[in-house]
């Protein structure tokens, strides 16, 4: 059975940093991409952030670029979200989500989700 | 990037069929086969019901089905049941620097 469990999510000032993490089980964590899509209090989704099997390609949304930083340790089958210089509108609940295929390149489809993790950025 | 266009809501009695479409342009929708369908309960994560526009996972019931014509997207869900109300969302791959991007959303209620 797959699983993905965030965690790190809580209460941060603007302005500050936040590190997110995803531990996966299940299934073959280095044959598949990975990804970040968070939603809003009651909102839609939106796609953060992606990373192919082996970090060689990596993908931002417009809205995060330059301030969000995904990575994956393969050895711990973890995936991790560095959030920096975070605002206001960051506040969201975050979902670690398993891609159905190795690469980003397209993205294709978002295959299992976890329950998520909330973020609130506010002084 | 824009989100894709849903509508905000659709309803059906039970039994009946439903289509939600989906609708973005030539650099994403249309561009790409590469939709995909998720489904959310209230307090729930996304469930991943269609991909590759008409492709149903293992354990989807066939009940819901995917299509797509020139920049629109479409899913059906026949036989409607209690258990569809819910909301729905698509996306698709995008050829803009976001890579992927997601619809609006729309509440489907069962009457």
């Known amino acids: 059975e797959v699983q993905l469990v965030e965690s790190g999510g809580g209460l941060v000032q603007p302005g500050r940093s936040l590190r997110l993490s995803c531990a996966a089980s299940?299934?073959?964590?280095?044959?598949?991409?990975m990804h970040w899509v968070r939603q809003a209090p009651g909102k839609g989704l939106e796609w953060v952030s992606g990373i192919s099997w082996n970090s060689g390609s990596i993908g931002y949304a417009d809205s995060v670029k330059g301030r969000f930083t995904i990575s994956r340790d393969n050895a711990k089958n973890s995936l991790y979200l560095q959030m920096n210089s975070l605002r206001a509108e960051d506040t969201a609940l975050y979902y670690c989500?398993?891609?159905?295929?190795?690469?980003?390149?397209?993205?294709?489809?978002?295959?299992?989700w976890g329950q998520g993790t909330l973020v609130t950025v506010s002084s | 990037q824009s989100a894709l266009t849903q509508p905000a809501s659709v309803s059906g009695s039970p039994g009946q069929s439903i289509t939600i479409s989906c609708t973005g342009t030539s650099s994403d929708v249309g561009g790409y086969n590469y939709v995909s369908w998720y489904q959310q309960h209230p307090g729930k994560a996304p469930k991943l019901m269609i991909y590759?526009?008409?492709n149903r996972p293992s354990g989807v019931s066939n009940r819901f089905s995917g299509s797509k014509s020139g920049n629109t997207a479409s899913l059906t869900i026949s036989g409607l049941q209690a258990e569809d109300e819910a909301d729905y969302y698509c996306s698709s791959y995008t050829s803009s620097s976001t890579l992927e991007v997601f619809g609006t959303g729309t509440k489907v209620t069962v009457l």
């Open positions: 299940g299934f073959t964590f280095d044959d598949y991409a």
């Open positions: 590759d526009v008409s």
């Open positions: 989500a398993k891609g159905g295929r190795s690469d980003i390149f397209p993205v294709g489809c978002f295959e299992y």
